[in-house]
């Protein structure tokens, strides 16, 4: 029902910028939260930050005051800017929806295929 396409990943040195897009096709149901998660070589994934259709945003201590997730609703696209990037953030970063037509309803699960994000000098 939905598809998720993610773009914006590449290679950058220590202390650079980049940002991640996420376009999601379909219709999406009124409750959903969206973030992004990443995987690293050897690790678990792990959950970035989120963004509810409330406006709320969630972000790990790992990445708090660095990247930001935000959203333009117009374009069905999710934004994740990150800022003074470290080699410890190089991972594929994967683009992720929860919806749910209303509280108490089922929840659907979604993910994008992945962008890869290297930090490097």
């Known amino acids: 029902q939905v598809q998720l396409v993610e773009s914006g990943g590449g290679l950058v040195q220590p202390g650079g910028s980049l940002r991640l897009s996420c376009a999601a096709s379909?219709?999406?149901?009124?409750?959903?939260?969206m973030g992004w998660y990443r995987q690293a070589p050897g690790k678990q994934r792990e959950l970035v930050a989120t963004?509810?259709?409330?406006?709320?945003?969630k972000y790990a201590d790992s990445v708090k005051g660095r990247f930001t997730i935000s959203r333009d609703n117009a374009k069905n696209t999710v934004y994740l800017q990150m800022n003074s990037l470290q080699s410890e953030d190089t991972a594929v970063y994967y683009c992720?929806?929860?919806?749910?037509?209303?509280?108490?309803?089922?929840?659907?699960?979604?993910w994008g295929q992945g962008t890869q994000v290297t930090v490097s000098s």
């Open positions: 992720n929806l929860d919806s749910q037509a209303g509280w108490g309803t089922p929840v659907q699960h979604y």
């Open positions: 379909g219709s999406i149901f009124r409750l959903y939260v």
């Open positions: 963004i509810f259709s409330g406006g709320t945003t």
